[in-house]
C-alpha cells in the first residue's frame, strides 16, 4: 500500500539554524500538508499546498517557515531560523481530492529538537 | 471558533473489554469527522470517518464510531479490545473556509491495555 514518507525520523539542531524537513507524497496526490504536535499539545494545522501554491496557512507559519515541491515527488518545510519553541513532532500528509471529506495519509512524522 | 476536544487523555483498558473514546467538536456547519489513531513510531491512520448518511459508520480494526448531532460527539467504540490497540487515538474535523481542506485535532487519547 503506497504510503508517505519523511526523512529524517529525528533531528537536532541548534536555535537559529536553518532546517528543513523532507516528506515524499504518494504519488497520484495533489495535496499537500503540514501539521506539527508540540509535546503534550494537539496536533495543529500549519500550511496546505497544491499547484506549487501555498493554499492556505495557519498563524503559526509565519516569514521563518515556507514550502517548496522542489521535484515531482518531494515536498520540503524549511525553518529558516530555528527557536527553541519550534520543538515539535512535524508530520506530512496528503490527498487525492481537497473535498472536506477527503482522507489525508499521514507519515510518520520528524521530531525536531531546537537546543 | 471550530473546536475539537476529547476529554479522556489516558484510558485503561483490561483485554477483551470493550472500549469507548469520547470526541466532541464545535463546529457551525456539516461537520466532517474523523478518527485517526498512531502507533509508536508510525504515521496517523485513518480508523473511520463521517461525512453523511448513515451516522454509524464502520471502520478498520473491528472499529465504529456514531455521530450524535443532538451532543455533537463522535464517540469512537470498539466490541472487544486487542493488546494490539495500544495506541494514540484522535478525533478530528475537516474544514475548509477556503475551499481546501484542514483538519482541526482534538487532543488525542492514549489507550493502554491491561492483559
Known amino acids: 500500500e503506497p504510503e508517505v514518507t519523511q526523512t529524517p525520523s529525528h533531528q537536532v539542531t541548534q536555535m537559529g539554524q536553518e532546517v528543513i524537513l523532507r516528506c515524499v507524497p504518494i504519488s497520484n496526490h495533489l495535496y499537500f500538508y503540514w501539521y506539527r504536535q508540540i509535546l503534550g499539545q494537539k496536533v495543529e494545522f500549519l500550511v496546505s499546498?497544491?499547484?506549487?501554491?501555498?493554499?492556505?496557512k495557519s498563524e503559526i507559519f509565519d516569514d521563518q517557515f515556507s514550502v517548496e515541491r522542489p521535484d515531482g515527488s518531494n515536498f520540503t518545510l524549511k525553518i529558516r531560523s530555528t527557536k527553541l519553541e519550534d520543538s515539535a513532532m512535524y508530520f506530512c500528509?496528503?490527498?487525492?481530492?481537497?473535498?472536506?471529506?477527503?482522507?489525508?495519509?499521514f507519515g510518520p512524522g520528524t521530531r525536531l529538537l531546537v537546543l | 471558533a471550530q473546536s475539537v476536544t476529547q476529554p479522556d487523555i489516558h484510558i485503561t483498558v483490561s483485554e477483551g473489554a470493550s472500549l469507548e473514546l469520547r470526541c466532541n467538536y464545535s463546529y457551525g456547519a456539516t461537520p466532517y469527522l474523523f478518527w485517526y489513531v498512531q502507533s509508536p513510531g508510525q504515521g496517523l491512520q485513518l480508523l473511520l470517518k463521517y461525512f453523511s448518511g448513515d451516522t454509524l459508520v464502520q471502520g478498520i480494526k473491528g472499529f465504529e464510531a456514531e455521530f450524535k448531532r443532538s451532543q455533537s460527539s463522535f464517540n469512537l467504540r470498539k466490541p472487544s479490545v486487542h493488546w494490539s490497540d495500544a495506541a494514540e487515538y484522535f478525533c478530528a474535523v475537516g474544514m475548509g473556509d477556503t475551499g481546501f481542506q484542514k483538519l482541526v485535532f482534538g487532543t488525542g487519547t492514549r489507550l493502554l491495555v491491561s492483559p
Open positions: 499546498f497544491y499547484n506549487n501554491e501555498i493554499s492556505e
Open positions: 500528509a496528503s490527498s487525492e481530492f481537497r473535498a472536506l471529506q477527503e482522507t489525508q495519509y
